[in-house]
């Protein structure tokens, strides 16, 4: 049941003194213990080995991480909730939301979150990270797309979660790049040039992009996230004070484990869901 | 890694013309899909049997489900943002927000949340669910848990997620129940009265009394809730649709599996936590 796309993944990063960037992120770890439990602070030193495995234009866990979460109308509450839980709990790591115009933002559902800053006035960002939505009308409009293209030109990671990948690629900065997207959308990534991977995380450009599949996936993209750019203990440590110790009651999470009638009813809602080509207000 | 506590959870449902629960679901479900799948809507009509099967006081998925979060300052949004998106999505099923003051509410880290109702407007629930939170404060005062305990008295179902366990125990209502909790604050459960049971998801009273542990037992509590109380097929739709499919890339979601340095971080910031009598603002 479980889809880890660690051997599917693109672009594992080049090694770097015989460690791979799994070796190099252990040894972070053990580096950083003393300077964890002694001083109270969650972050350490970044280790030389971790700097080198790191690559160029890539951050250490000593870097500040300023994170930009873009949320629009009919965006979906879970695709972002997950990630900011663990992002919030990292060390030396800053959450923004932005919207378009700023102040709350009625989600999926009629939920209401805020309050947010308007994308304009933020002028750049290490992360962005763009989650999906059921109405995507506002996220592809011209004005939203063009905050969107900019803040991903400047930013070190450009990442999505669920349909969150076609806001990105309709802004064209996923050409050619691989991107994860929700099972049910993930075939028109191609419409955008980007080319769709069926894992619940994927990376390209040696992990510049880095891509969540639908709605939960974020729990385990965030997680991936974290013990890259902040090391693997503090990810660690997210995920214990999460709980992430998951158990779910039914074999249902992905159309591989569903029952086919359940596809069905998801292609009653979604149509076209069950060949990656469902639509939603807003993509063409 | 799985934490499965089917087997471990109290009560099973009392047997009736030699169906289990379970059987009644899965007739339920194969009785229901005629009607999901030719009518566009997600609720079928219950059998006979599942309606015997849910016994005195228990719904059938006939039977409107309206759902109350109680979310007050300081809470955590993953806690009820998993099952939010879950019980949004089922059939027949109506999820309100409220809190003390109605409005926005301000949860931990500062992410506002709303518009809730005012939980004094709210007559009735047939199932309240407490999230747990960071600061307990606003949540343990009088006023908050004399809302609590008349809308739990009240209601077919009481449940929680998280530390949402300890708001509802210290209202008297957990008193001699079985309840799950957050690892790192079970164990306080027992100093109001209610028994702590270090599990993922736990039942008592038939199912009445429901609740998850830490923060992202959420999802996982809710599937199970949505397959008792809406049917296993509506739950296993859920699930799909959230792609909930999980797939961490660490092993640390419960202290069985993490790391003892990693344990020792958490005991630093929630001292404690390994003896499952860590503290936060508002719990004695």
Redesign the interface.
């Given at each position: 049941?479980?889809?880890?796309?660690?051997n599917t993944s693109s672009d594992e990063q080049p090694k770097s003194g015989g460690y791979s960037r799994r070796d190099a992120l252990k040894l972070a770890s053990v580096a950083t213990?003393g300077a964890?439990?002694g001083g109270?602070a969650?972050l350490g030193r970044a280790t030389p080995a971790l700097a080198k495995a790191a690559g160029a234009g890539m951050l250490s866990p000593a870097d500040p991480l300023n994170i930009v979460i873009a949320v629009y109308p009919g965006g979906?509450?879970?695709d972002f909730?997950?990630p900011?839980?663990i992002f919030?709990r990292l060390p030396n790591t800053n959450?923004r939301?932005a919207s378009l115009d700023g102040g709350?933002v009625t989600l999926?559902?009629g939920?209401?979150?805020?309050?947010t800053e308007r994308l304009a006035d933020i002028a750049k960002a290490d992360m962005i990270l763009v989650p999906g939505g059921s109405d995507l009308t506002v996220a592809m409009s011209p004005e939203y797309q063009a905050q969107i293209r900019r803040l991903a030109e400047g930013a070190k990671y450009v990442t999505s979660v669920?349909n969150g990948s076609l806001v990105l690629a309709a802004t064209g900065v996923l050409k050619g790049k691989r991107s994860a997207c929700?099972?049910a959308f993930v075939n028109k990534l191609s419409e955008y040039g980007a080319i769709p991977v069926p894992d619940?995380?994927v990376e390209d450009d040696n992990g510049r992009f880095m891509s969540g599949?639908?709605?939960?996936?974020g729990?385990?993209f965030a997680?991936?996230v974290a013990?890259r750019l902040r090391g693997?203990?503090a990810?660690?440590?997210t995920?214990?004070?999460?709980?992430?110790?998951?158990?779910?009651?039914?074999h249902?999470?992905?159309?591989r484990?569903?029952?086919p009638?359940?596809?069905?009813?998801?292609d009653?809602v979604l149509p076209g869901a069950s060949k990656g080509l469902a639509r939603v207000p807003g993509v063409r």
């Open positions: 049941m479980t889809n880890d796309s660690e213990l964890i439990v109270g969650l979906t509450l879970l909730a997950g900011s839980e919030h959450v939301y709350y999926e559902f939920v209401r979150y805020g309050k669920c929700h099972w619940r995380f599949g639908g709605v939960t996936a729990i385990d997680l991936r013990g693997q203990q990810a660690e440590f995920q214990l004070l999460i709980e992430y110790d998951p158990a779910p009651p039914f249902s999470g992905h159309p484990d569903a029952r009638e359940v596809i069905a009813m998801v009653k």
